[in-house]
């Protein structure tokens, strides 16, 4: 029981030590002679990045900085954007509610956990952003948050300033509740079908319009009396009024293709088909319609819906013209996305450049936030990985991870720093407090939660239904 | 094969009539597209590749020939039998094929939500005489999508209780189970007695809701499940003992056959190896004990902190089949890198491992990049290969036979454009028992369907 103990003031620990990983630089950096891959313009060889307050203010050779200015030399090493995950549950626990089918008022923002340990895996892995979804238990899940993992600031610093709002929806077998069956004498929550899953969604929007129509009406003094703010409408207005993205999951075809129509229905544009195993077999409708698709590389065959699928998906979707992005939706497969962009180049033989893109620039558009970051270019924030050699061979890895100028991975810091964390794990491990029950301590409290360390195949959001 | 280049028209002329009356005897048998999946066998000449041996040093620009099911010939300007069809090696290279020592291949198709497509799992505890060889479906489409990506063989087994069953090492080839067969039934997996409260989590620190178990009871109550444990390998013993003398003395009372004891003999004798599940430090140590107890053979699967037991493995000779590279690190305060590192630290302290999935199947075509990553993460290039070819063939005791290009084993040979580790590389021929298999799969078949829709 001495483990929950050490565990508790481990956890106390590391939110303090990443502070001590940071850098001591103000988003000032000179980054020299490195392959860069900059995602727009091609791959650059022996070239600088200069970075002035967060931002890429020079590519070239030769490049300077003033004294003082951090300069990391780059040589024999590669650049990379920093990588944007599309489909993320980091920093988020308890991401169902599933109790109610319809659930948009509920906000990713309220629950942001900070110190959550998979943002360092995954800043280790060259990751600098993602997409924080609610899980897929829900027609309409909630309302999505997009974060930089600034790891070790304040939580108020991780979502990105400007990013237009989002929210889940999500189709099929994990909507239909298919791995849970109901206890004798519980009523199986609606919907249970295909079916109905489409009509909670038609009703919703039906309802928003409604609601729309109230406060137009009121607002042009039609009517006298102002309507009851809706904490559940209101996010739907803003998907019909644009401003808010869908990002949809789902598998098979059909319904896919039924949200894009429910979608073209009310006037709006789908921001983003999550997951999209079946998604190959329409990509010239997702093209038509405008949407973004958001893939697993090649995961399959761990539900039924997700036995008509294929590796390949990324390459035909890619040449119909659709924008593609490559999420994880895992704190494992997180750490290693810059292998499944590699994956493009062999199913079907997606260019090196376009390949990159797809977890880079792809994702920051399908988010809204190319203007400020997933490319190599000068203006946008410095989110920049350094690899040991190319990223798309697993014989690389990652060697640093900057966001906005600022080092957030730097493994040989990393690693220098094991002996000191090994040793204050030891110190606080023979203090009184922490004395095992066996041998007279005290019982240590139950947690409430626990670790999900644990390899689960495909989407994190089927392992998470409860 | 519009690939082949035939080295002369005489030769064309000898091939296709071979073909043609092939292909006459085997529309007879059965239906054209079955046949097409098992591939075709002859006599093959890669010629001009690059063949990294594995075993031995690479070699530039060489001949490896492959006739009867076997590799006949290796290395600079071997001999080319006549009527063998030539295959440009140049700019490609030739790789053994890669053998995954833990998956539960062909026994689960979709583990969520097709419970009647999953074949993993028996009902109780002790289920000795359960063989992966009569559950493995040949037809598993997960099968061809593993193999063209270059993994030849696999050790598939079941899971779950105590006793889960007993392991079948497969060639990813074969209409029927007994055509896949390597080794039949191969080994007995035990999940061995670990410390736990049944909590979970916690590196099974052990947590019962509101149960407020000690340490020290955990222990003991592994500790009496391992009694136990030993208590079912001295039945086994006893029960072989009156079968053995009721064999030579008939007017014994005649033995009560059980099927579940009679399972366990060869592996309570040493005979054949038992695959031990476990990850942490201290249950790895108990199998050692118990192993050097039992007198047994014992191989690790799972294998996190087998490092750390590195004295007591590499004492009672146990290796370790290594599945945890995509896995997170138990511990928070663990580094980031503990599992990618943990194969370049059994290589540093001498034990004897394999890189492998852990895969029900599925995602077991991702072997290469697993042994890639824990090359990345100080194991090296070199290591890594090995670890997914002449190692698992060593450890699961089939290197006479697999794991490397060498003259006489048979021809699991992967013909490859560039490094078999890297996620770029296409792989363009796979030959299995010395069939040349085809490259597709139902990916391929379903990305042919809708690559074109308009």
């Not at chain 2, 590499?314 to 370790?320: M, R």
Request: contains cysteine.
């Amino acid at each position: 029981m001495r483990k929950t103990t050490v565990f508790l003031t481990i956890v106390s620990l590391l939110m303090i030590s990443p502070t001590l990983l940071v850098g001591q630089s103000k988003g000032d950096l000179l980054i020299k002679n490195a392959t860069v891959m900059t995602a727009t313009k091609g791959t650059l060889e022996g070239t600088d990045i200069l970075v002035q307050n967060g931002k890429i203010a020079r590519i070239g050779k030769g490049l300077t900085a003033g004294s003082g200015v951090r300069t990391i030399d780059a040589t024999g090493k590669y650049v990379t954007p920093g990588i944007i995950d599309a489909h993320s549950h980091a920093m988020v626990s308890a991401i169902n509610e599933g109790s109610l089918a319809v659930t948009s008022m509920t906000r990713i923002d309220d629950m942001l956990n900070p110190s959550d340990i998979s943002i360092y895996r995954a800043l280790a892995g060259g990751v600098t952003g993602a997409l924080l979804l609610h899980g897929s238990a829900n027609p309409i899940g909630g309302q999505s948050t997009t974060v930089k993992f600034k790891w070790g600031r304040p939580v108020n610093e991780f979502p990105v300033a400007g990013a237009p709002p989002g929210i889940k929806f999500a189709l099929g077998e994990n909507v239909k509740r298919s791995s849970s069956t109901p206890q004798p004498g519980q009523t199986p929550r609606y919907p249970r079908t295909r079916m109905g899953t489409m009509e909670v969604i038609r009703d919703a929007f039906i309802r928003a319009r409604e609601y729309k129509q109230a406060w137009d009406d009121f607002r042009a003094k039609k009517t006298r009396v102002q309507p009851r703010i809706d904490e559940e409408l209101q996010p739907m207005v803003e998907i019909l009024e644009g401003k808010r993205k869908v990002h949809c999951h789902g598998y098979r075809s059909d319904e896919h293709l039924n949200i894009l129509r429910i979608a073209e229905e009310f006037g709006f544009k789908i921001g983003t088909l999550q997951h999209g195993l079946e998604a190959f077999k329409i990509a010239p409708e997702i093209a038509k319609h405008g949407a973004g698709v958001s893939i697993f590389a090649d995961s399959w065959s761990y539900k039924l819906e997700a036995y008509d699928s294929t590796p390949y998906t990324g390459y035909v979707l890619w040449k119909n013209g659709v924008n593609v992005s490559i999420n994880s939706d895992s704190a494992e497969r997180i750490r290693r996305l810059n292998l499944d962009a590699a994956k493009m180049m062999k199913y079907g033989g997606v260019p090196e450049q376009d390949s990159l893109r797809m977890i880079t620039l792809n994702p920051a558009i399908q988010l809204g936030i190319d203007n400020r970051t997933g490319s190599i270019d000068v203006g946008k924030d410095a989110d920049i990985a350094i690899w040991s050699g190319h990223p798309f061979s697993s014989l690389s890895l990652c060697e640093m991870t900057i966001i906005e100028g600022e080092v957030y991975f730097d493994r040989a810091k990393d690693k220098t720093m094991r002996e000191q964390l090994a040793k204050e794990k030891a110190d606080l491990e023979k203090l009184e407090m922490n004395r095992a029950p066996g041998s007279g301590g005290t019982q240590p409290r139950v947690p409430t939660e626990r670790d999900r360390g644990h390899y689960s195949h495909g989407d994190e959001d089927g392992g998470h239904e409860r | 094969m519009n690939q082949i280049k035939i080295s002369n028209a005489l030769k064309f002329a000898f091939l296709a009539a071979a073909i043609l009356v092939s292909g006459i005897a085997i529309s007879a048998q059965s239906d054209a597209s079955q046949q097409n999946k098992i591939g075709r066998a002859g006599t093959f000449a890669i010629v001009g590749a690059r063949i990294v041996t594995v075993s031995g040093a690479v070699i530039e620009n060489g001949t490896v020939v492959i006739r009867d099911g076997k590799i006949t010939a290796v290395g600079v300007g071997a001999a080319i039998p006549s009527g063998a069809e030539r295959i440009d090696g140049k700019g490609l290279s030739v790789f053994p094929g890669m053998i995954d020592a833990s998956t539960n291949m062909g026994l689960a198709e979709i583990p969520q939500g097709a419970n009647a497509t999953m074949d993993v799992q028996e009902v109780g505890t002790m289920n000795a005489n359960a063989k992966a060889i009569t559950g493995i479906n040949p037809h598993s489409s997960h099968i061809n999508v593993t193999r063209v990506n270059g993994i030849t063989t696999v050790l598939s087994h079941p899971t779950g209780g105590t006793v889960s069953g007993q392991g079948a090492v497969i060639n990813l080839n074969g209409a029927r189970q007994e055509d896949m067969a390597v080794v039949p039934v191969h080994s007995l997996v035990i999940n061995f007695p670990r410390v736990t409260g049944g909590g979970g989590g916690f590196g099974g620190g052990g947590f019962g809701g509101g149960q407020q178990a000690n340490f020290n009871d955990l222990i003991r109550r592994r500790d009496e499940a391992v009694e136990d444990l030993k208590k079912t390998f001295r039945e086994v013993e006893a029960y072989a003992k009156v079968v053995e003398a009721y064999q030579k003395d008939k007017s014994l009372p005649t033995p009560t056959t059980s099927l579940r004891l009679e399972a366990m003999i060869p592996y309570v004798r040493g005979q054949k190896p038992i695959v031990f599940t476990a990850e942490r430090e201290r249950d790895i140590r108990a199998i050692a004990k118990f192993v050097a107890d039992t007198k047994v053979k014992g191989i690790i699967v799972g294998g996190q902190d087998a490092w750390k037991a590195a004295d007591e493995l590499k004492k009672n000779n146990i290796a370790v089949i290594y599945t945890n590279i995509y896995g997170l690190p138990v511990q928070q305060d663990d580094p980031y890198d503990y599992l990618f590192e943990a194969p370049s630290k059994m290589l540093a302290a001498g034990v004897k491992f394999s890189i492998s999935t852990g895969d029900t199947g599925a995602e077991a075509r991702d072997l290469p990049y697993h042994a890639g990553l824990a090359g990345a993460y100080g194991l090296g290039k070199d290591e890594a290969l090995k670890a997914v070819t002449l190692y698992p063939a060593q450890i699961l005791g089939i290197d006479d036979r697999l794991g490397s290009i060498e003259v006489g084993k048979m021809a699991n040979v992967v013909v490859a454009d560039g490094d078999l580790l890297d996620p770029r590389t296409n792989i363009k021929y796979v030959f299995i028992g010395g069939r040349l298999i085809p490259l597709t799969s139902r990916h391929t078949e379903l990305f042919d369907s809708f690559k074109d829709r308009k």
